[in-house]
């Protein structure tokens, strides 16, 4: 079987929802709903509850998050190789009453802690994995040292336009990079509506795979020899948190089984959509292959 190894954040997101029409600059009733969130996380639970042999490398704090977060692991038989920290990372997300992102702040620097050091101690880990993933929560030494030090398929999510800065001296060594369109124009400088330049300059630079998402626009994928855009499809939305890590975990999904990549990714994206949390609880093999998808 083969073995994947995703590295960067696991985080308790906390979602805060109006009950009514969204006010900005306002105090707004609303409900409060805590669950397991982080990109890294997010990525390596789909992919366990695709029954992929998936294994995080991620920091944790002494704390209430380190629990929910091992006991969650234990459930979908997510394997964990933990670096304590003082406390479990926290992202806070104000949502719209249509369910969309207005606002987040993200307490993301314990993440930053994870160092080359305890890659190295990890060394057996990666050798053995047929894929890294990684997420850019992480500082660029580590960074750096992983994409240098491991001839492995390397995928990285780009999460935003600051932190994908990191990956711009290091882009030939990636298999594959997962941005959306604000992060794609923001690294490439490039602010027009042309995906495809946009795309290529990223090609131009070394990475082997492009896939650009752009919410309800659908999204893009670029290779050497390939280049496919496809359109969204409607449901309906209930929050759009780890809509984007699901996309990835469906790729590689995908990827580990020669499946198509774009279906799956799609396919995933969809099924989380529709649900409340980060990672549905609905995320599994047979869901995923029942679950149609067209690019109309």
Same mark, same amino acid.
Request: charged share 25%; proline share 2%.
């Given at each position: 079987?083969?073995?994947?190894?995703?590295?960067?954040?696991?985080?308790?997101?906390?979602?805060?929802?109006?009950?009514?029409?969204?006010?900005?600059?306002?105090?707004?009733?609303?409900?409060?709903?805590?669950?397991?969130?982080?990109?890294?996380?997010?990525?390596?639970?789909?992919?366990?509850?695709?029954?992929?042999?998936?294994?995080?490398?991620?920091?944790?704090?002494?704390?209430?998050?380190?629990?929910?977060?091992?006991?969650?692991?234990?459930?979908?038989?997510?394997?964990?190789?933990?670096?304590?920290?003082?406390?479990?990372?926290?992202?806070?997300?104000? &949502?719209?009453?249509?369910?969309?992102?207005?606002?987040?702040?993200? /307490?993301? !620097?314990? #993440? $930053?802690? =994870?160092? %080359?050091?305890?890659?190295?101690?990890?060394?057996?880990?990666?050798?053995?994995?047929?894929?890294?993933?990684?997420?850019?929560?992480?500082?660029?030494?580590?960074?750096?040292?992983?994409?240098?030090?491991?001839?492995?398929?390397?995928?990285?999510?780009?999460?935003?336009?600051?932190?994908?800065?990191?990956?711009?001296?290091?882009?030939?060594?990636?298999?594959?990079?997962? &941005?959306?369109?604000?992060?794609?124009?923001?690294?490439?400088?490039? /602010?027009? !509506?042309? #995906? $495809?330049? =946009?795309? %290529?300059?990223?090609?131009?630079?070394?990475?082997?795979?492009?896939?650009?998402?752009?919410?309800?626009?659908?999204?893009?994928?670029?290779?050497?020899?390939?280049?496919?855009?496809?359109?969204?499809?409607?449901?309906?939305?209930?929050?759009?948190?780890?809509?984007?890590?699901?996309?990835?975990?469906?790729?590689?999904?995908?990827?580990?089984?020669?499946?198509?990549?774009?279906?799956?990714?799609?396919?995933?994206?969809?099924?989380?959509?529709?649900?409340?949390?980060?990672?549905?609880?609905?995320?599994?093999?047979?869901?995923?292959?029942?679950?149609?998808?067209?690019?109309?």
């Amino acid at each position: 079987m083969k073995k994947v190894i995703v590295v960067g954040g696991a985080v308790i997101d906390i979602f805060a929802k109006p009950k009514d029409r969204f006010i900005m600059r306002d105090s707004n009733p609303g409900y409060l709903i805590k669950s397991l969130g982080g990109v890294a996380r997010n990525i390596a639970e789909n992919l366990a509850r695709l029954e992929v042999d998936t294994t995080l490398v991620t920091a944790l704090g002494k704390d209430e998050g380190k629990k929910l977060i091992m006991q969650n692991a234990q459930e979908v038989m997510l394997k964990l190789s933990i670096i304590p920290v003082a406390q479990t990372p926290t992202y806070i997300s104000i &949502l719209d009453d249509q369910n969309d992102m207005v606002a987040a702040i993200a /307490d993301m !620097d314990e #993440i $930053e802690l =994870i160092s %080359k050091e305890d890659i190295k101690k990890r060394d057996s880990i990666f050798q053995n994995a047929d894929y890294v993933i990684l997420d850019t929560n992480l500082k660029k030494e580590t960074i750096e040292y992983i994409l240098k030090t491991y001839q492995k398929e390397i995928y990285v999510d780009a999460i935003s336009c600051q932190k994908a800065e990191k990956l711009m001296p290091y882009l030939r060594y990636i298999q594959g990079l997962k &941005l959306n369109l604000l992060e794609a124009k923001h690294l490439s400088e490039n /602010d027009s !509506d042309d #995906i $495809e330049q =946009i795309a %290529k300059f990223f090609i131009s630079r070394g990475v082997k795979e492009v896939y650009i998402t752009m919410g309800k626009e659908g999204s893009f994928f670029m290779s050497k020899t390939q280049t496919l855009k496809t359109t969204s499809q409607g449901v309906d939305i209930l929050n759009t948190a780890g809509a984007g890590d699901a996309y990835f975990a469906g790729m590689i999904y995908a990827k580990v089984n020669q499946f198509d990549p774009i279906v799956y990714a799609h396919r995933a994206a969809l099924l989380t959509l529709q649900s409340e949390k980060a990672v549905s609880d609905l995320m599994n093999i047979k869901n995923l292959e029942n679950l149609t998808w067209t690019n109309i």
